[in-house]
């Protein structure tokens, strides 16, 4: 699967933005999808997830703050990020999981997914 996202752009504290993540070439439904971020000098981690059914996950730093939704028709998972803080500045990224059942667990680990998309980048100024 090839993962496309895009979105990012620089925005003020308290403000918000919208990233959205199209896959090609593939049946996006049969895939969990996730987003992950990473800042300079750490790790990537996780943010979101979304399974093939619609349940949701978060990381709890942005839990309240943020969505993941999908959109099977237009094959693409959007993550909606409000009350942003400088502490959300990163490279956010897309993923997936080729999954076999509906109802599979939230995937929120890095090694969970197998194809990644390019990474878009937010910046939160203060």
């Known amino acids: 699967v090839q993962l496309q996202a895009f979105g990012g752009g620089l925005v003020q504290a308290g403000g918000s933005l919208r990233l959205s993540c199209a896959a090609s070439?593939?049946?996006?439904?049969?895939?969990?999808m996730g987003w992950f971020r990473q800042a300079p000098g750490k790790e990537r981690e996780f943010v979101a997830a979304?399974?093939?059914?619609?349940?949701?996950g978060y990381a709890d730093s942005v839990k309240g703050r943020f969505i993941v939704f999908r959109d099977n028709t237009k094959k693409t998972v959007y993550l909606e990020m409000n009350d942003l803080t400088p502490a959300d500045t990163a490279v956010y990224y897309c993923?997936?999981?080729?999954?076999?059942?509906?109802?599979?667990?939230?995937?929120?680990?890095?090694?969970?997914?197998?194809?990644w998309g390019q990474g878009t980048e937010v910046t939160v100024s203060s």
């Open positions: 070439g593939v049946m996006f439904s049969r895939y969990s």
């Open positions: 979304i399974t093939r059914s619609g349940t949701t």
């Open positions: 993923a997936a999981k080729t999954t076999t059942i509906l109802s599979s667990p939230v995937y929120s680990d890095v090694t969970d997914y197998g194809s």
